[in-house]
Structure formats: structure tokens, C-alpha cells
């Protein structure tokens, strides 16, 4: 078990969370009975994996991107979670950097910085020269962090054993979001992977027909010296957006329409990666978002990013239109349709949710809507009406909401509405006519003209099965059941009344016409039979209480 396993990391864990004051988890941890779940409030719970270090803030930062399980208030306070660190000695980061190398130090750069420009948990950024005069990042892994990783995802493993046998676990597959936390972080310790992510958003932002790609930048990665510890890559010089000062301010001129710019751009480069690319950064945080010198704006840090498949970026599309239009209704189909799977769900429930959610929005106007907060709420709804959506989503909501949040920043005049109505619109035409109109028509009459084809055979075999008496329909009716048994039951009691009856009348004929003394004694004996019989009838029926 892993309580014994790592006992010193275990002990370090639990007084964490005594000094917090997070009982709960204390009972977990030392297997006391612990079945209603109390989470801690979210800045207590912010503070408590603050405490317990670099790998569990990485798990806070999960988290944050998950608002299909947390309330809106945790996923603020997670957002905020930056894992700075202190640096490795250039000491210890010269030798790997050294092991990693084909060529030795001296041979492959010019000069190197040792001290960091940025240090996280898992790797610290240095900036260096080549021997051919280029400017480059580059991204060392922090020695010995395989084991810290190893340890910690061992530990997490095993809490999430524990707590998924809870009712609150289960609900919400504890154990399956752990393995999602395990394998999201193994991944970050390959930087190939980050690498040929970064590759792939620059090559599909380097073409776009909403906005102007050169002013838009993805570092350029120098694959020959990128491995699974260390990822050089093209030098961005530049500062965060949010604290930059624009060219524009800095010649005296008025920035609000480079701000409005630089808006637009943002909001254009993001949703073309959600909604045609299916591919996205998904941490824009204003860490990640640089204004360089020349007036462009670089995107950093492809590390953590989404995917979306064609049906949902549909999906979410008519969502956006939905949530624009207030509708309740056409809220809860879409939903419906994002779900993981079939679950029973009571409608008029989830509408009158979603109902009570937009009423609060019918007198704002639509530049007033904040629309990843919006987003946010219906994430809540789904969860309060236990709609399991896919945790992309999470992603896609974190990420508009980071873009929300930066943009309005930056440029508080900024009109959301103004920024994506044009994007909708151009999104449903090419829902409905595709990047090529004339190749969707021709598609559409060659369907046409397949139809046309088998109508007629179709028509055909179906008129000859309706005259041939071989057209079989397989019908399969709920609810009936009852009313099938009483109907055969109200059958059996008028034939058995009409069976009694005849024999009373035939009894009385007999009666009527015996001569012999045999036909009367048969005549009393089926007139006996058949008062019986019907003195039961009328018994069965009073006791049934079906006389009415």
C-alpha cells in the first residue's frame, strides 16, 4: 500500500494538512471513516498544495482547467497558482546540459546565461547564443525531478484509491482523474512532445484569412538540439503583454488603436485554433502572451494545449449562439450532445436550470455578457444535473476565459460582441457551405443524384413486400404491459359471463322440454353448475374492486 511505501513523504502530506486544517483528507490518509467529502475553501486548498510543493501545484493547475467538476470559485483561485520556484545551480544544470549535448558545450554555444530567465517546476529557461551568432531559449529540465515525479504521482495514485471508494468519488471517477493528472504530467518531462506541439500552432497560425500572421509569433524550435530534457528554441525579446509598453506609447501617440489591434488579433488567432484548427494553446495567461519590440505578439508555452473534433467545435458553436440568444432550450439539446455518454436526464429539470441561469442576463446588453463566465455556468448546470462532459472542454472553457480575462485587461474598451459576430458568422457559412463552396455543391449533387437512383428501386421493394404480404414491422411499445394484462383479464371475464349464462339458459331449456326423468336430473345439475359458477364470478369481481 502507498502509506507504507513512502512513510516520510506521507507524514510531510499529512501534517500539511493538519497545520491547513483539512480534517477530511487527515481521516483518508490514516483510513478513518470519512463518506461526505468537505473540500477545504479554495484558498485554503491553494495554500495547502503551495505547501506540499512543485508536483502539486501542478495538480492545482489541473485542476483549474477542470470547471466541469469545481465551482467557479476554485477554478479562480487555482488559476492563480504559478509554480516559481528556486533555481538549480549552473553548476548542476551546466553537467546535464553537458550529457545531453552531441557536441561538447563550447561547440554548440557561444555564450549561455547562468542565470535563469525563468524558473518552474519542472524545467528553468536560460538564454544563449549559438556559435552562428543566433539568439536562442533554451529549456532545461531540473535534475532529479523523474523521481520527485515518480514519488508524487505514486502518493496521488493512492490517495485517489482511497477517496474513489467514496460515494463523492465515484461520482465524480477520482481514480480516472488522477491517471489523466499522472499522464499529463509524465508527458510535460518529454519535451519532443511540447516541441512538436509548438511546431504544429505555428505552422497553422503562419496562414490565416481573419487575420495578419506576421504579427503573430510561435517560437521557431531548432530540432537539432531539442531532446526529452532540454528543448532550444528561438529567442523571443520582448515582455508580458499586459506589462509592456507599447511603440505606440513610447513615440507619445495614443495606444488605443494598437490596443484595439492587438485585441482583435488575439481574439481571431484564438478562435481560429478552437473552431477550424481544433488544435489550441490552452494557457493563455498573461505570462504566456509577450509583446516584443517590433510590435508583434508571441504566443509562449505550448505546453499544455486542447484538441476538438469537427462535431464539437460545431457543437459549440450553436452554443455560443444559443448563450447569445439566451435560449434555455436549444442550451440544454447542445448539452445533451456534448455529453460523455447516454445518461438518464430529467429535461424539464436541466431547462428550468438553464432557464433560471440566462434570466439573470435578459437586461444586460450583450457587450455587457461576460461570456466564459457564462460558459462556466453551464459547465455548473451539466454537473448539478450529473452531466459528465469531456474534460476538452474544461480546457476550451480555462482558455476563453484566460482570453476574456487578458484581453479586457488590456483593453477595457474592448466590445466582445463586435470581436466575434463577424468570426459566427463566417464560422456558420462554412459550416454550411465548407472552405470550398463549389466542391460542397458538387458534393451535394452527387447525394442528389445517388438518392434519385435507389429512390425508385427502394419505392419498388417496398410496394412489392406491402402486395406480397412479406412487410414485417418490428414495433417494440413500453408502458403497455399493464394495460395489455388488464384488457386480457376484462376478456376472460365476459367469456367466462357469457359461457355461465348460456349454460343457465340451456339448463333452462332442457328444463322445459324433459319428458324423462334423466333430462330433468341433467338440467338440474348443469343449472347447479352454472349458478356456482357465477356466484364465483360475481365473488371475484367485488374482491377485485374493479366493479366500478
Known amino acids: 500500500m502507498f502509506l507504507t511505501q513512502t512513510t516520510s513523504r506521507q507524514r510531510e502530506i499529512l501534517e500539511v494538512f493538519l ?16 463518506d461526505e467529502p468537505q473540500l477545504p475553501t479554495p ?38 497558482l504559478q509554480d516559481e520556484v528556486p533555481p538549480v545551480p549552473w553548476s548542476e544544470v551546466e553537467v546535464f546540459i553537458r550529457k545531453q549535448l552531441k557536441k561538447s558545450l563550447d561547440e554548440t554555444f557561444a555564450s549561455i546565461d547562468p542565470v535563469p ?7 528553468q529557461t536560460h538564454h544563449a547564443i549559438l556559435v552562428d551568432g543566433r539568439e536562442v531559449a ?41 491517471e489523466e493528472f499522472a499522464t499529463a504530467l509524465l508527458a510535460e518531462l518529454d519535451f519532443t512532445r511540447e516541441a512538436s506541439f509548438t511546431d504544429q500552432l505555428r505552422q497553422n497560425l503562419s496562414n490565416s484569412r481573419w487575420f495578419d500572421s506576421d504579427k503573430l509569433v510561435v517560437a521557431e524550435i531548432n530540432w537539432d538540439l531539442t531532446t526529452e530534457k532540454i528543448m532550444v528554441m528561438q529567442w523571443l525579446n520582448g515582455l508580458p503583454l499586459l506589462s ?66 469537427p462535431r464539437t467545435q460545431q457543437i459549440l458553436t450553436e452554443m455560443l449562439l444559443a448563450i447569445v440568444d439566451l435560449d434555455a432550450q436549444r442550451c440544454s ?35 455587457q455578457i461576460n ?25 476550451y472553457a480555462k482558455t476563453l476565459a484566460n482570453l476574456e480575462g487578458v484581453t479586457r485587461k488590456f483593453n477595457p474598451e474592448v466590445n466582445l460582441l463586435d470581436e466575434i459576430k463577424p468570426l459566427i458568422t463566417d464560422l456558420f457559412r462554412r459550416q454550411l457551405f465548407g472552405n470550398n463552396p463549389l466542391q460542397s455543391l458538387l458534393r451535394t449533387a452527387l447525394d442528389i443524384k445517388s438518392l434519385s437512383l435507389q429512390s425508385p428501386r427502394h419505392i419498388e421493394l417496398l410496394l412489392d413486400r406491402v402486395t406480397s404480404e412479406t412487410l414485417q414491422w418490428n414495433l417494440s411499445l413500453r408502458g403497455f404491459d399493464g394495460l395489455r394484462r388488464t384488457v386480457d383479464d376484462s376478456a376472460n371475464r365476459l367469456s367466462f359471463s357469457i359461457l355461465v349464462g348460456s349454460m343457465i339458459m340451456g339448463a333452462a331449456i332442457i328444463s322445459s322440454k324433459a319428458q324423462t326423468s334423466e333430462l330433468s336430473w341433467i338440467s338440474s345439475i348443469l343449472f347447479a ?11 371475484s369481481t367485488l374482491r377485485s374492486g374493479r366493479l366500478r
Open 244 to 309: 509592456a509598453k507599447l511603440n505606440s506609447e513610447l513615440n507619445g501617440q495614443n495606444s488605443s488603436q494598437e490596443r484595439g489591434e492587438i485585441t482583435s488579433l488575439l481574439f481571431r488567432a484564438f478562435f481560429q485554433q478552437v473552431y477550424i484548427d481544433g488544435f489550441f494553446h490552452a494557457d493563455p495567461h498573461p505570462g504566456n502572451l509577450f509583446y516584443l519590440k517590433d510590435g508583434r505578439v508571441a504566443l509562449l508555452d505550448c505546453g499544455m494545449v486542447g484538441r476538438l473534433d
Open 43 to 80: 484558498a485554503v486548498l491553494r495554500n495547502i498544495l503551495v505547501d506540499l510543493g512543485p508536483v502539486y501545484v501542478k495538480l492545482g493547475q489541473l485542476l483549474s482547467t477542470r470547471p466541469d467538476l469545481l465551482p467557479s470559485s476554485y477554478i479562480e483561485e487555482l488559476s492563480t
Open 117 to 123: 530567465v525563468a524558473a518552474g517546476s519542472i524545467a
Open 529 to 539: 353448475f352454472a349458478s356456482l359458477l357465477g356466484l364465483w364470478l360475481i365473488f
Open 333 to 367: 439539446q447542445l448539452t445533451l450532445q456534448l455529453a460523455d455518454s447516454a445518461q438518464p436526464v430529467i429535461l424539464s429539470r436541466l431547462e428550468n436550470d438553464y432557464d433560471r441561469m440566462l434570466r439573470k442576463y435578459y437586461n444586460l446588453s450583450l457587450s
Open 371 to 395: 461570456f466564459s463566465q457564462v460558459f462556466y455556468e453551464v459547465l455548473q448546470v451539466a454537473r448539478n444535473n450529473k452531466i459528465r462532459l469531456p474534460s476538452n472542454l474544461g480546457l
Open 138 to 178: 533554451v529549456k532545461v529540465q531540473r535534475p532529479g525531478i523523474d523521481a520527485t515525479v515518480a514519488q508524487d504521482i505514486s502518493l496521488i495514485r493512492g490517495v485517489a484509491d482511497l477517496v474513489a471508494r467514496t460515494e463523492f468519488g465515484q461520482s465524480y471517477e477520482v481514480d480516472s482523474l488522477a
Open 19 to 34: 497545520r491547513n486544517g483539512w480534517d477530511y483528507m487527515r481521516r483518508i490518509l490514516t483510513g478513518g471513516k470519512a
